[in-house]
């Protein structure tokens, strides 16, 4: 990822704190969304883990890429279409991450040569994608975040009217995917924009 590391930890915080909230909530939420809550915290997770900014070197793309392909595969075959966009969009970004260090390191080969232009190795790897599919996918998860927050906001309201009336327990459980997938399209929308 490109960008300052203060993002990279903002990140990490909201992945790692999403997360650990889904899977807490997996465990006692309703049993027809514990596998989708769960799926939507390790992606969290991972997400946290893809943004480390302090030892990109230690994590390999390629395993983020094969993890979250495997993910998006089975979401696939499930047809859960949000989180194989998701998964699918993760391993895109594990990919660009390979790309432009290898631009790098044979820009530095061509500078070391004198033959790029006498500005020496870059500092820095361009940032990378293609601009057409990034751009698409920062319409999706824009688009998803936006309508599913407003989707969100009657829930919550409507969970306190029925809070007053007894309901708390099977109030309390009924937000927890929308929001984790809020909080994971806010995510996708940051790393998207770093990349």
Do not use: D, N
């Amino acid at each position: 990822m490109h960008g300052p590391a203060w993002v990279g930890w903002l990140l990490v915080l909201l992945g790692a704190a999403g997360g650990a909230y889904c899977l807490w909530r997996a465990r006692t939420g309703p049993a027809g969304q514990r596998g989708e809550v769960r799926g939507e915290g390790l992606m969290a997770l991972g997400m946290a883990a893809m943004a480390w900014p302090v030892a990109p070197s230690s994590w390999s793309p390629w395993l983020f890429a094969a993890v979250f392909g495997a993910a998006g595969l089975r979401a696939l075959a499930r047809r859960h279409l949000h989180h194989a966009v998701g998964a699918l969009t993760m391993v895109y970004m594990a990919l660009v991450m390979v790309v432009p260090s290898q631009q790098a390191g044979h820009a530095a080969q061509m500078g070391q040569m004198g033959q790029a232009g006498g500005t020496g190795p870059m500092a820095h790897a361009a940032p990378g994608g293609v601009p057409l599919l990034t751009g698409l996918l920062l319409v999706y998860f824009t688009g998803y975040v936006l309508a599913a927050g407003v989707r969100l906001v009657p829930a919550v309201g409507a969970g306190a009217g029925e809070a007053v009336a007894g309901g708390p327990v099977a109030v309390a459980g009924a937000g927890v995917l929308p929001a984790c997938r809020v909080a994971m399209g806010i995510g996708m929308l940051a790393m998207l924009l770093a990349l």
